[in-house]
C-alpha cells in the first residue's frame, strides 16, 4: 500500500530528476552549441530523447544505489531527507552556474541522511561507497582527461592536410552524433540514481522485495522527468561549460563529446554512478591541452574542482539537517 510518505518520496525524486535533466543539460549539449553544430532548441529536443532512451537501457547504477551503499533498511523519511538534501544543493549550484555533479549531490545527502537517522557510520558499506563512488569519483574525471588529450591528438594526426573550412564541415556533421552519443550516455547513468532511490523507498515501504529489479513503470517516469528537465535547459552551466574553460571547434568539440561518452558508459557498466559533469570537463580540459596548455582556463577549472571536492561533504551535512528538520514534524 502507498503511504502519504511513500507517495511523496516518489514525487520528490521525480522533482530531483526533473532539475537533474535542467542541471546537467548543458553537460551533454553546451559544446554543440557554442560551436554552432547545433541550434539551441535543437540540441536541446536532441538530448531530451537521447536522456529518456539511455533511461530504460539499464539498470546496473541503480541497484548500487538500492543495495550497495546503504545495509540497514531506512524509514521513508530518511530517503525524503535524502533527496531535499540533494535538491536543495542542485539549486544552488545551478543558481551560481557552477557545473557541480548532481550524481555526487545524491549520495552524499543519502549518507548523510543515514548516518544522522542511525547515529552510527556503521551501516554505511563502505566497501561499496570507496569501490563504487569514490574510486570512480577520483579515476573516470581523470580517465576522460587523458582520453579527450588522446582523441583530440588524433584527430590533429589524421586531419592535419584537411582545410580547415572542410574539418569544420564534417565535425559540424559528427557534432550532431557525438551529441547523440553523450546525452544518451547521461540518461544511461543519471537517471538510474533516481530509479534506484525509488526503488529503494518502494523496498523499504514493503511494495518490492529486497532483491527486486526496477519496475518498468520506474524507468518511465524517471526517463520521461529528465527528458522533461533536459527541455527546459541549464544555461548559465552551459555557459561556463561551453566557453568557459577552453575555446571550442568544431574537431575538439566531438572529441570532447566522444571521450565522456565513451568513459560514462564504461563507469555505467561497471554500475559506478559517476559525474557526466565531471568526466565531461575534464575531456574538455584534455583536448584545450593537446591544442596548447596555455589554451586552458585554469583558473575556471579550479573553481569546477573545488565544486567537485566539496559536494559530497555539503550535501551530506544538508541531508543530515534534512532528517532532524522532518523528524521535529513526525
Known amino acids: 500500500m502507498f503511504s502519504v510518505i511513500l507517495i511523496a518520496v516518489i514525487i520528490f525524486a521525480l522533482l530531483f530528476e526533473f532539475i537533474n535533466g535542467f542541471h546537467d543539460t548543458a553537460n551533454a549539449i553546451a559544446t554543440s552549441v557554442y560551436t554552432r553544430a547545433l541550434t539551441p532548441t535543437k540540441a536541446i529536443i536532441l538530448s531530451a530523447i537521447m536522456n529518456f532512451v539511455g533511461a530504460l537501457v539499464s539498470d546496473k547504477v541503480a541497484k548500487t544505489i538500492t543495495s550497495g551503499l546503504i545495509g540497514i533498511s ?17 539549486l544552488i549550484t545551478w543558481w551560481k552556474g ?11 545527502s543519502l549518507l548523510g541522511a ?36 588522446i582523441v583530440m591528438k588524433l584527430i590533429f594526426k589524421l586531419f592535419a592536410k584537411w582545410s580547415h573550412a572542410k574539418a569544420n564541415k564534417l565535425f559540424h556533421r559528427l557534432q550532431v552524433l557525438s551529441a547523440a552519443l553523450v546525452s544518451y550516455s547521461h540518461g544511461n547513468n543519471d537517471a538510474q540514481k533516481t530509479m534506484g532511490i525509488i526503488t529503494l523507498a518502494l523496498i523499504s515501504g514493503g511494495i518490492l522485495a529486497k532483491d527486486a529489479d526496477v519496475p518498468i513503470w520506474v524507468k518511465l517516469i524517471c526517463g520521461i522527468m529528465m527528458a522533461l528537465g533536459t527541455s527546459v535547459g541549464g544555461w548559465k552551466i552551459m555557459k561556463t561549460m561551453g566557453q568557459g574553460v577552453t575555446k571550442l571547434e568544431p574537431s575538439s568539440g566531438f572529441a570532447a563529446q566522444t571521450s565522456s561518452a565513451i568513459v560514462i558508459e564504461a563507469m555505467t557498466h561497471l554500475g559506478a554512478p559517476v559525474s557526466t559533469t565531471h568526466i565531461i570537463t575534464t575531456s574538455v580540459m584534455g583536448v584545450g591541452s593537446a591544442k596548447r596548455i596555455s589554451g586552458v582556463k585554469w583558473s575556471v577549472a579550479k573553481n569546477i574542482v573545488i565544486a567537485w571536492v ?9 541531508g543530515g539537517i534534512a532528517v532532524k528538520i522532518i523528524e521535529l514534524f513526525i
Open 98 to 108: 557552477i557545473p557541480s555533479s548532481s550524481s555526487h549531490a545524491l549520495i552524499g
Open 74 to 90: 531506512l524509514d521513508q523519511y530518511v530517503i525524503l531527507a535524502a533527496l531535499l538534501g540533494a535538491i536543495v544543493w542542485n
Open 310 to 318: 566539496i559536494t559530497i561533504p555539503i550535501t551530506m551535512f544538508l
Open 114 to 149: 543515514t548516518i544522522v537517522y542511525t547515529m552510527s557510520v556503521q551501516h554505511i558499506l563502505w566497501n561499496g561507497v570507496l569501490n563504487k563512488i569514490i574510486i570512480p569519483l577520483i579515476t573516470s574525471p581523470f580517465i576522460g582527461l587523458i582520453l579527450g588529450y
